[in-house]
């Protein structure tokens, strides 16, 4: 079966090269799928860091581990199949979408061959917080609206430098951030950073943050806050919320809660607020 489908993947990628020169030739499958993320809170766009997208199917892989941030996805799926199952991983998780498809072939000429048209785009299973369907015929705008419930455990860091005895905005460079309760990379070769969004551990009252800066020096910071069980949306049920975070320990030469009349910045807001502030 495999062979056969690279025989047939082998003989459309022969008769698109031969119709290069004839515009009717571009373009004739309709295999595009966009998948457009939202926030459940409120519909609107939200803004997705990816670090790789795979789709069964047609051998894809985007990105590669190389961490892009977008709001919406385009993805070829396997058209010589009623199905595919495409992997988003992104910061904070990895999102299985398994897509159905109605598939009807038509000769086109000698020259070009056969197309493909999809249609009756349907979501057969998926561990997203919601899925819906927005337009059931890929290629054309937006496909499929992947919601999230709210993020309860982001907080926002913010470096500064001391300079005449003020507080300014301080740009570093970053070669591996990691949390205790995972040990795993958040972030990466990130380049310069005057801001960094940090996870904190919803099954404790506790996280410690490593930062590896390019010149190998090491920092650590340690969180700890309250923990409460509370039903945000209906539909993504009962979740854990934090509040009342402090720093308890830091190796940071001053690290400090921002102090703000309007917002509480010792909570956690969904797009994260500037909540601490650290000075190398």
Same mark, same amino acid.
């Given at each position: 079966?495999?062979?056969?489908?690279?025989?047939?993947?082998?003989?459309?990628?022969?008769?698109?090269?031969?119709?290069?020169?004839?515009p009717d030739c571009f373009n004739l499958t309709n295999d595009t799928v966009t998948i457009v993320f939202r926030k459940m809170f409120d519909g609107r766009v939200d803004t997705v860091t990816f670090a790789r997208v795979d789709v069964t199917g047609t051998q894809l892989t985007v990105f590669d581990e190389d961490t892009v941030v977008l709001t919406?996805?385009?993805?070829?799926?396997?058209?010589?199949?009623?199905s595919s199952l495409i992997k988003v991983k992104t910061f904070e998780r990895i999102t299985d979408i398994e897509l159905g498809y109605r598939v009807q072939g038509q000769f086109?000429?000698?020259?070009?061959?056969?197309?493909?048209?999809?249609?009756?785009?349907?979501?057969?299973?998926?561990?997203? @917080?919601? +899925?819906? =369907?927005? &337009?059931?015929?890929?290629?054309?705008?937006?496909?499929?609206?992947?919601?999230?419930?709210?993020?309860?455990?982001?907080?926002?860091?913010?470096?500064?430098?001391?300079?005449?005895g003020e507080l300014r905005r301080d740009t570093l460079t970053l070669a591996e951030t990691t949390a205790d309760f995972n040990y795993t990379k958040l972030y990466a070769d990130s380049?310069?950073?005057?801001?960094?969004?940090?996870?904190?551990?919803?099954?404790?009252n506790a996280t410690t943050h490593t930062f590896e800066f390019e010149d190998g020096e090491t920092k650590f910071i340690t969180f700890n806050y309250s923990r409460a069980d509370k039903m945000i949306l209906p539909s993504c049920g009962v979740q854990t919320v934090? @509040?009342? +975070?402090? =720093?308890? &320990?830091?190796?940071?030469?001053?690290?400090e809660l921002i102090i703000d009349t309007r917002l509480k910045r010792d909570s956690i807001y969904d797009p994260p607020i500037i909540n601490f502030q650290v000075v190398r």
């Open positions: 079966m495999t062979r056969v489908k690279k025989a047939i993947y082998l003989l459309f990628l022969l008769l698109a090269v031969a119709c290069l020169d004839e919406n996805l385009s993805v070829l799926v396997d058209y010589t199949a009623t086109v000429s000698e020259s070009c061959g056969p197309k493909f048209l999809l249609s009756e785009l349907k979501v057969l299973n998926s561990n997203a @917080d919601s +899925i819906a =369907i927005a &337009n059931a015929t890929p290629g054309a705008g937006g496909n499929v609206n992947v919601y999230r419930c709210p993020r309860t455990n982001y907080l926002l860091l913010a470096f500064r430098e001391l300079e005449d380049g310069a950073l005057s801001f960094i969004r940090l996870p904190l551990n919803l099954a404790s934090i @509040d009342d +975070i402090r =720093i308890v &320990n830091s190796n940071f030469s001053r690290s």
